[in-house]
Every structure is written in C-alpha cells, then in structure tokens.
C-alpha cells in the first residue's frame, strides 16, 4: 500500500529536530536520517517515496548545519571574550590574594596585632571590583563592634569589605553596618551611578585602633595591641602605595573619587588641614601614581557630610548642594556618556 506524503511525519520535524544528536560535520545520507525518524526499517512504501523525501531531508539538514556552523562561529568568539573576562577576574583574584596575604607584612604589624578574642586584624580587600568604571578611595576600614561586660563599642572583628553594609550579633543585640548605605545614599546614587559601576576601596586596608579602643581593652584585661595605630594613619598609607597602584591599574578607572582630606592630601603630596581643605570639592583634579595619570576628585569624609549641617560643620550643605551637583557633571562626562 503506497502511503501519501503527507501522513509522513518526517514532514512535520523542525529543521534543529531533522538534525539532533549528529555530531558529525559531514552531511548525513537520507538513509540513515529517515530510519532515525520513524525509529524502524523503511517500509516499501516509504522506500518508493524515498526520492522525494531524501531531496527534502537533504535539503533541511544542510541547512540546520550551515545555521550549526554559525552558532559555532559565534560561541567561539564569545568564548574568547569570556577567556578574556576570566583572565581578569582571576588577575583581580590574585591582587586580592596577595593582597590578603603579604599587605600586614609590608607595614611591620607584630603578631600580636589582633582583635580582643585573639583573631588576628587582617587585611580588608576590595570585593567592589568594576572595571572602567569609577574608582572610590576611603580612608580605612572600620571594624565589627560589641558591648562586653558593660563596654561599649568594643572592637571584636573585621568587616566583610570596604563600605559594607552588614548585620551581625554582638552578643547583646542586632548590629548593622551602615558605611554601605551611607555610600550610596550620599555619594554614588547623587552622582547618577550604581554601586556595581565602582571599584571601591581603602588608601589603609587594616583597621586602626585608637587609643580609647587600646583602653577598653585594657579594662577588660587584654594586653593587646602592645600600641595605638591610628597616628601611624599616614605612614601606613605612604607605605602601602604601591598597593594602590597596582590596584588602579587593574581597575582602570574613568575617575578616581577621594572621600576625606587625608586621602586627598597624602595623594596630592598636600600638607596642613586648610591646604587639605582646599582640596575638598567637584572641580577635576588630577594625580600620578608610577607612570599612570588619572583624573580625580576630592570629595568630604561620610563621617563629616552625614552630620548635622551647622555653622562648624558646613559640609554637608557644600557637600549637597555645590561638590555633587559639579561632581555628577564630571561623572556624566567621563563614566556615563561613554
């Protein structure tokens, strides 16, 4: 019985399904396609309309492999822009490594540097890490605090990474981190940008005890740090700078941002709190780190411009109304419109 050609499904098969599961490159022949449709021996009838199918199978399938060889042109080159992605993530991934591992050497830090509960102070590396984008420069990271036998603010541990924004139980209550969201509240929403547009990180990438910090200690019977360390603020920094280099090569930045005049003024060469001061706002500037220029702008600590404003503190209205409206004309030429 001859079967019309319409009853056979081989019809009915799209082209990608004419061609699933051949591997390889060469052109099947109808005969071995046709039997892999219909899962059994070609009967006579469909051997008699074998012509007219092979021409149309023949047909469908070259064409389902040009468009094969396509996908296969096209995934190559985007698996050469991934190898590239991957090798800067795992250049990134190193300086963080190293960073982690050799940055407290490089300042001469006893072992004995370390927090209440005998965890060592370690290193905070940046987990911000675009490319092209705006790099954000902070002073140094804060740390994890708790009340302990009726101290108050008793620092037990490191931060997650620069302007993080975290919660964590101190043993008495809910604590949370808030440098995050103060970042972005007054810094990087006003200036038109989205955190994953920033590379952000700390001149000083260790949290410093202040004597106040040493004193509780003290009270409560720790015998270390043999010493205060946020004097030495800007000897760490000075030291630390070829970290920064290295860092702003591999984020490339667009614009640097600077949060406070110590952070300004080591990287300007600038001396004196009112020389410093001068430095403070949304004009361009520029610096030179090893052979590398890059434009940048100095802008006020968080600690200064999230205060009340007052006649002391005229900050955060500077900071409000005059340094982010020029900054975010800056960033929008150089990050946003390119």
């Known amino acids: 019985m001859m079967l019309p050609l319409q009853q056979c499904s081989v019809i009915e098969f799209s082209d990608d399904e004419m061609v699933k599961g ?44 040009q468009r094969a060889a396509e996908r296969n042109r096209y995934a190559a080159v985007h698996c050469e822009n991934g190898k590239a992605g991957s090798k800067s993530m795992s250049t990134v991934q190193d300086f963080q490594k190293r960073l982690h591992a050799n940055y407290k050497s490089d300042l001469s830090l006893p072992p004995t ?39 108050l603010d008793v620092p037990v541990g490191d931060n997650c990474g620069p302007f993080s924004t975290e919660r964590y139980f101190d043993g008495s209550r809910v604590r949370t981190v808030a440098s995050g969201e103060e970042l972005e509240e007054a810094y990087i929403a006003p200036l038109g940008l989205r955190r ?82 001068a430095l403070l706002g949304g004009d361009l500037k520029e610096i030179q780190l090893g052979t590398a220029g890059y434009p940048i702008i100095h802008l006020a600590h968080p600690g200064i411009v999230m205060r009340k404003a007052s006649e002391r503190n005229p900050w955060p209205r500077l900071h409000r109304e005059k340094h982010i409206p020029e900054a975010r004309e800056v960033v929008e030429r150089l990050v946003l419109r390119q």
Not at 43 to 65: I, P, Y
């Open 22 to 65: 051949m591997r390889t490159p060469s052109l099947p022949s109808a005969h071995r396609i046709l039997p892999l449709l219909f899962g059994r021996r070609l009967t006579v009838a469909q051997r008699e309309n074998k012509g007219r199918l092979t021409s149309r199978c023949s047909r469908l399938a070259s064409a389902s492999l």
């Open 113 to 151: 540097y370390k927090y209440i509960y005998g965890n060592p102070v370690q290193p905070v590396v940046p987990l911000d890490t675009a490319q092209e984008g705006v790099c954000i420069i902070g002073a140094y990271p804060s740390a994890q605090f708790a009340t302990i036998d009726s101290e």
């Open 196 to 277: 994953e547009q920033c590379w952000i990180t700390d001149l000083v990438r260790i949290f410093l005890f202040k004597e106040g910090h040493l004193a509780k200690y003290r009270r409560l019977g720790c015998a270390w740090p043999e010493r205060e360390t946020r004097s030495q603020f800007e000897d760490f920094a000075r030291q630390g700078l070829h970290w920064l280099e290295e860092e702003l090569s591999l984020a490339r930045p667009r614009l640097v941002i600077t949060l406070g005049i110590e952070v300004a003024g080591i990287l300007q060469g600038v001396r004196g709190r009112r020389k410093r001061n």
